[in-house]
């Protein structure tokens, strides 16, 4: 079986910084892309920022600037690291995968971490 399990998330004053990691595990041939996604109450699931492999990135345009998404392929770990933290970015994050489980399937399997808690106070 796959896991991706989130650590970082935290309580921080405007402004602040946070890091947040996602590690996969278990049945892993190859991960493509990972990601970061957010749901603030109320709100539907949104995605933050995405890498593919090779280290291409994409970010939406309210943290462009802010936030930078990396990965360790060696470690099958993706970061976010959140700079300039605001209040309207107060969500739960979820880490994001697309997994090849191994080497006699051409399909990749999306897998999603359980969610860690990200509140910036004013």
């Known amino acids: 079986q796959v896991q991706l399990v989130e650590s970082g998330g935290g309580l921080v004053q405007a402004g602040g910084s946070l890091r947040l990691s996602c590690a996969a595990s278990?049945?892993?041939?190859?991960?493509?892309?990972m990601g970061w996604y957010r749901q603030a109450p109320g709100k539907q699931r949104e995605l933050v920022a995405a890498?593919?492999?090779?280290?291409?990135?994409n970010y939406a345009d309210s943290v462009k600037g802010r936030f930078t998404i990396s990965r360790d392929n060696a470690k099958n770990t993706v970061y976010l690291q959140m700079n300039s933290l605001k209040p309207e970015d107060t969500a739960v994050y979820y880490c994001?995968?697309?997994?090849?489980?191994?080497?006699?399937?051409?399909?990749?399997?999306?897998?999603w971490g359980q969610g860690t808690q990200v509140t910036v106070s004013s």
């Open positions: 278990g049945s892993i041939f190859s991960i493509n892309a």
């Open positions: 994001n995968a697309q997994i090849r489980k191994n080497q006699f399937v051409s399909y990749e399997n999306t897998y």
């Open positions: 890498i593919t492999s090779g280290g291409n990135t």
